[in-house]
């Protein structure tokens, strides 16, 4: 590191102490100074962790990227101290908010969850992002897949529009990637477009399936990250597709990048792999408690480009594998997919992690309560 980042850093340091110092000295009457300094110390050394392990979904001043919610927020900073501890060591049951404490399979010693706690309660975000930022760990833009407001309109006048239009952004964002943009099936997944379709199965058992999902299949049970509606309005979707067909609606059409295995983009793939996958997946790989490695034989060899694709791009529901396809562009994750292609020619057999699972993350019955759902 050179003289001028080591002094940048100590500078951002005191600027974090200095903001800090004068949120604090409000509360100063109440508080010794001995205290205050105790607490300046755990939000500078929480800020570090936060930036490696945070940011990325909740971006790197607090503010939310996606569908995480914000930190930065009156609600979060009146939390009580306790809950904010507790959601941190133990997660959110059924959401991409992981259990970090070491007591439940994470990574974090009580000591650095208090420091994370102290960051959420004290520090100044705009301080924070100024440091996530210095240390490389800004998360990139998100990328959002939009329909058009012209297709969205023409699905909206027909009977019931409101419904198939909702439906309609449901299926482009979760599930069009597997059976296609007009639900005409791909390489990876049946169509959905079909009349041998409709015609088997009732609503409740389209319901079902996508529900619970098709066991040992790419196809997971969407009911932990959909709604009742939002699956309602994805049966009445396909119910009734082929009136989009027959109004001329026009679909967005879901690109595929080519995987480009040039140094270039296997470096920008290792890149983001490092800022965005290594806190759970491991560096290089390797597997941590939270998540199985995929530096092995057994994960690279089973796995097509295009499986892989998939499986960065949507996550994996009911895990804490958050989907990246609204995050990342197309471009970003085939270059996600090159990196860890380039790891398979030396890549061993398997990988036990630390929590014994082997690589391939079917940690059924086992492991943290975040993995055993579904
Ligand atoms: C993979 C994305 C992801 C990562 C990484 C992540 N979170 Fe979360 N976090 C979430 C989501 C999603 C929720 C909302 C869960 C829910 O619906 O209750 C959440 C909720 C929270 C909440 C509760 C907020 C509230 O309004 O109740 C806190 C506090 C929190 N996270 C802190 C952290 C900390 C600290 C870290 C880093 C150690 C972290 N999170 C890492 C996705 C993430
Ligand atoms: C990662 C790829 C993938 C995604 C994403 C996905 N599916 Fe599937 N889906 C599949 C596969 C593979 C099958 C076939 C399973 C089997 O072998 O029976 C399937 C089957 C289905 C079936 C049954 C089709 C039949 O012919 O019986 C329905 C209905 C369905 N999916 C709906 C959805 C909906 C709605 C979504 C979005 C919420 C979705 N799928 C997302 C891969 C996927
Ligand atoms: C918050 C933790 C977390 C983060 C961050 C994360 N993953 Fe995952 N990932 C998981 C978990 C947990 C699983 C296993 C899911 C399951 O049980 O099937 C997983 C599974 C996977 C799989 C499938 C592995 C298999 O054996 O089937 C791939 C591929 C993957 N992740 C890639 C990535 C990439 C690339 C990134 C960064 C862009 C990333 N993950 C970031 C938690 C995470």
């Known amino acids: 590191m050179s003289r001028e980042m080591t002094w940048m850093g100590f500078l951002a340091t005191m600027l974090i102490a200095v903001v800090m110092g ?40 607090g503010e939310g990227l996606g569908s995480t919610p914000p930190l930065a927020s009156e609600a979060v900073r009146g939390m009580d101290y306790l809950d904010v501890f507790r959601t941190i060591e133990r997660g959110r049951y059924n959401t991409v908010m992981a ?28 301080a924070v992002a100024t440091r996530v930022d210095e240390l490389g760990l800004t998360p990139p833009e998100v990328v959002v ?39 005409e099936g791909t390489t990876l997944a049946p169509a959905l477009n079909d009349a041998d379709l409709r015609a088997l199965n009732t609503d409740d058992a389209l319901t079902r399936t996508i529900a619970n999902g098709v066991p040992s299949t790419l196809m997971a049970g969407w009911d932990g990250a959909l709604t009742r509606e939002e699956i309602a309005n994805l049966t009445l979707l396909i119910r009734r597709w082929e009136e989009l067909d027959a109004a001329g609606v026009e679909m967005p059409v879901i690109e ?13 793939g290792e890149w983001l792999f490092s800022v965005t996958c290594t806190q759970c997946h491991g560096s290089a790989g390797y597997g941590t408690p939270l998540a199985p490695a995929l530096n092995s034989q057994q994960f690279l060899s089973n796995t097509p480009d295009a499986a892989m694709q998939q499986i960065i791009s949507l996550g994996v529901p009911g895990t804490v594998m958050p ?42 019955g086992q492991g943290p309560p975040w993995q055993r759902n579904n």
């Open 256 to 268: 595929t990048v080519p995987i480009d295995m040039s140094p270039e983009a296997i470096a920008q």
């Open 323 to 364: 989907a990246w396809g609204g995050r990342f562009s197309e471009q970003d994750i085939a270059s996600l997919v090159a990196y860890l292609r380039s790891l398979e020619a030396t890549a061993p057999a398997i990988v036990e992690t630390q929590t014994g699972a082997a690589g391939s993350g079917t940690t059924q």
């Open 99 to 126: 259990a970090y404490g070491v007591n439940e399979g994470g990574v974090f010693a009580n000591g650095e969850i208090d420091n994370l706690v102290a960051v959420i309660q004290y520090a100044n975000w705009g």
């Open 22 to 61: 004068i949120n604090l000295i409000r509360e100063s009457d109440r508080q010794s100074e001995a205290e205050i300094d105790l607490r300046i110390e755990a939000v500078t050394a929480g800020i570090d962790l936060y930036g490696e392990n945070c940011a990325v979904c909740h971006g790197a001043a």
């Open 145 to 183: 897949v939009e329909l058009t407001d012209e297709t969205l309109d023409s699905v909206r006048s027909l009977p019931d529009g409101d419904a198939l239009a909702s439906g309609l952004e449901v299926y482009v964002t979760e599930c069009a990637a597997c059976h296609g943009a007009n639900a």
